[in-house]
């Protein structure tokens, strides 16, 4: 039995492992940070720390001399920070605290050469107090002291000196050194594990976005997005799957349209090849079938005409190239214009046209993109309407509004495919007769015209009965 041994590669650029890399980083930073502020910088901290206190509390006491209590809060500060709290006066002799002996004899606690060096800068005037470090001969550690001036009590002036002992902190140290390598070990193996499976977390949803995109990439559109747990891969997933939904729709409408201009260019073309050869064999001598033949030949020349006019009609408008120029049109001449290119119609297949006007139909818009409207309208009631060759054109003002009405009474739409017919290629179902005229691609140019005039339009409609194609315009 052979067993295969899997080498895991581990990609430096990963989402994952850039998650991990940062994550770990950080935690690696704050230990650091841990280390400098309890090791390194410890003793300047407790100095500076200690500084604070005494400064604080001696201008405290300054503030509460001539207070009732202030020998008893001497004593409590005293006893409470372990601090030595002396009020001297200008000769150095010791006011409080004091006991019932030293009450007697006032003991000089200060000689004039130290009181000099404490108070000097105090009694000029230049400080109100200081802090300093003093290394006393009898004593192991340095001690920081506090001077300051208190006031004159029957014209002696009085001071303060607070004393506390700068504790060496090297054992503190040790103790701190030893506790902090095992914290960060513990702390260091923590953070890798909970990195490494927290940035899996947050890029699972990317990586699983990054495979689903590569399937899509390889021609799978029935792929979807997956959300993830929080709102920005959310939107992520919504924003991918509605692309993923319109490039569905896209290589749809890609195949729809291959489909339907293969059909609509092979049928034409084989008329007009098929009617060419019985011109050739058949009817080159007889001048009446000849003549039929060249006019069938004409009208589907006239057909492939149309459907490349519509193809580029409809290619500028998806480039954006399309534009309205805004004149005064008068829509009642406009509909008698276009109706007239239909009399072929009429007279060949019986077409009944009744065209009503109420009002003055004047409006604002691009008449030639208004007879591009009006002639897909038209034209497609007329391939809709079977049987029914009957077909009413109404234009009313009313309101400051000019509406028109394109009515047949053909086939009719479902329902559930109102909203489609304004697409590209869309045709009813149940229509299999190829029509005389049109291209599948007239409302979708009536809708991106209509939509560009900013003009309301719809369709009311009833399977078997009918529909009626309108648009709303203002009055001019």
Same mark, same amino acid.
């Given at each position: 039995m052979i067993r295969e041994n899997k080498i895991i590669k581990i990609n430096n650029n990963s989402i994952m492992f850039k998650f991990w890399k940062y994550f770990s980083g950080f935690a690696a930073a704050i230990l650091i940070a841990l280390w400098l502020l309890q090791i390194v910088f410890l003793n300047n901290f407790y100095e500076s720390m200690k500084i604070r206190e005494v400064t604080k509390i001696g201008n405290y006491l300054r503030t509460e001399y001539n207070s009732s209590d202030f020998e008893y809060q001497i004593l409590n500060y005293s006893q409470k920070k372990g601090m030595n709290i002396e009020v001297i006066d200008e000769d150095g002799h010791l006011i409080y605290p004091f006991n019932w002996v030293e009450a007697l004899f006032k003991p000089k606690v200060m000689d004039e050469q130290t009181f000099n060096e404490f108070f000097s800068s105090i009694v000029s005037g230049k400080e109100k107090y200081r802090v300093f470090t003093v290394k006393f001969p009898n004593l192991e550690n340095p001690t920081l002291v506090y001077a300051g001036f208190l006031g004159t009590t029957d014209d002696v002036k009085h001071y303060i000196t607070i004393k506390t002992?700068?504790?060496?902190? *090297?054992? /503190?140290?040790?103790?701190?050194?030893?506790?902090l390598i095992i914290v960060s070990i513990l702390a260091m193996a923590l953070s890798l594990i909970l990195s490494y499976f927290m940035s899996k977390r947050l890029s699972k949803p990317l990586v699983d976005m990054s495979r689903t995109a590569k399937k899509l990439g390889k021609g799978n559109y029935d792929v979807s997005f997956k959300k993830g747990d929080y709102s920005e891969v959310d939107d992520l997933a919504d924003t991918l799957n509605y692309a993923t939904n319109e490039l569905t729709k896209t290589i749809e409408m890609r195949k729809d349209l291959i489909a339907n201009v293969s059909h609509d260019l092979k049928t034409p073309l084989t008329v007009i090849k098929s009617y060419g050869e019985m011109i050739r064999d058949i009817s080159g001598s007889d001048e009446k079938k000849r003549n039929e033949h060249i006019a069938t030949i004409i009208n589907e020349a006239d057909h492939l005409t149309e459907l490349v006019n519509d193809l580029l009609d409809l290619s500028k408008m998806e480039s954006n190239l399309e534009s309205v120029n805004f004149l005064p049109v008068d829509l009642e001449k406009t509909v008698t214009n276009v109706s007239n290119r239909f009399n072929v119609l009429k007279e060949k297949n019986d077409f009944i046209f009744e065209f009503k006007t109420i009002g003055d139909c004047t409006i604002l818009g691009d008449e030639k993109k208004l !007879?591009?409207? @009006?002639?897909?309208?038209?034209?497609?009631? @007329?391939?809709?309407?079977?049987?029914?060759?009957?077909?009413?054109?109404?234009? !009313?003002?009313?309101?400051?509004?000019?509406?028109?009405?394109? @009515?047949? =009474?053909?086939?009719?739409?479902? !329902?559930?495919?109102?909203?489609? @017919?304004?697409?590209?290629?869309?045709?009813?179902? *149940?229509? =299999?007769?190829?029509?005389?005229?049109? /291209?599948?691609?007239?409302?979708?140019?009536?809708?991106n015209i209509l939509e560009l005039h900013n003009f309301q339009y719809g369709v009311n409609s009833e399977l078997g009965k009918g529909s009626d194609f309108y648009f709303i315009a203002k009055k001019y």
């Open positions: 002992s700068l504790d060496p902190v *090297d054992s /503190t140290i040790d103790i701190l050194k030893k506790m !007879e591009q409207v @009006i002639y897909n309208l038209i034209n497609n009631a @007329i391939n809709y309407s079977k049987e029914e060759k009957y077909l009413k054109i109404i234009l !009313e003002e009313k309101d400051g509004k000019v509406r028109f009405d394109c @009515i047949d =009474h053909g086939l009719g739409i479902e !329902e559930d495919d109102i909203d489609e @017919i304004w697409e590209r290629f869309y045709r009813v179902r *149940d229509n =299999h007769t190829r029509p005389s005229v049109g /291209t599948g691609l007239g409302l979708y140019i009536v809708k």
